[in-house]
């Protein structure tokens, strides 16, 4: 994780015009998307665990999707998606465990009793806390968010040896970063507000998390993210 940083070139996402893949030939594939935040969760799990040369990532286009992809590999046509071992596995905190679990690297989850229940804790609540961010966009955002960056705020003193909900960087970060790099986003330049303003733990989650160089490689474009949130959001 604290190897230097250099980016790994991001394939060029596949189209309905790409070919179909020799699926099922023993690669391990990762299908994403690289705006998608749930896709980045898995992309983040690999990276950290050091499986760049053993699941091979495969960007998918969602608005313009291979048939192929719902076909022959996931059909429910979402990302992300993991091909290995002759089965196709879905579902972003699943995938996140399952890649833990099942290849090399450092484990990202702890194996102190009390981390481990609070990191479950944080995985189930974490669908909750998203799902709650989004319908404000069409009210009063700042006021309607309060709480729920306030959660994660008290969350992150919970253990203070390290600057992440468990201490060290474990999949319960995971489970958060890709959309807090969003919300952050969003409000900094649509709503013209800083997430992170009094609440310190959360601006030292966020700034010790940017230079976790496994996450940094999936980071989302800026530009592309704000333009692909008005249209959804704000249209
Ligand atoms: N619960 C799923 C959600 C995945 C999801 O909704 N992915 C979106 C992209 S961000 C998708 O594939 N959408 C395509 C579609 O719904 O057709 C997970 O955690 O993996």
Redesign the pocket.
């Known amino acids: 994780m604290a190897t230097p940083s250099v980016l790994e070139v991001r394939p060029p996402a596949l189209t309905s015009i790409s070919e179909p893949l020799p699926f099922f030939d023993g690669t391990t594939r990762l299908y994403i998307?690289y705006?998608?935040?749930?896709?980045q969760r898995a992309w983040i799990t690999r990276n950290c665990k050091g499986l760049q040369d053993k699941i091979e990532l495969v960007p998918i286009d969602?608005k313009n999707r291979p048939a192929w992809y719902k076909e022959k590999v996931y059909p429910t046509?979402?990302?992300?998606s993991l091909e290995h071992n002759s089965k196709v596995l879905?579902?972003?905190?699943d995938l996140i465990r399952y890649i833990d679990a099942n290849f090399e690297g450092a484990p990202l989850f702890p194996t102190d009793p009390a981390k481990r229940e609070f990191g479950e804790q944080l995985i189930s609540h974490v669908d909750t806390f998203t799902s709650g961010i989004y319908p404000t966009f069409k009210g009063d955002p700042i006021q309607q968010t309060s709480a729920a960056f306030d959660y994660l705020e008290n969350a992150l003193g919970k253990f203070d040896d390290g600057p992440f909900f468990l201490g060290q960087f474990s999949l319960a970060d995971i489970a958060y970063v890709s959309f807090l790099e969003r919300f952050q986003i969003v409000f900094s330049e649509i709503f013209k507000h800083d997430i992170t303003a009094g609440r310190p733990k959360l601006a030292t989650w966020i700034q010790e998390g940017n230079k976790i160089d496994g996450y940094k490689q999936t980071k989302v474009d800026r530009e592309e993210y704000l333009e692909a949130f008005k249209k959804k959001f704000l249209a």
């Open positions: 998307c705006l998608c935040p749930f896709a969602l046509n979402k990302v992300p879905g579902e972003s905190l």
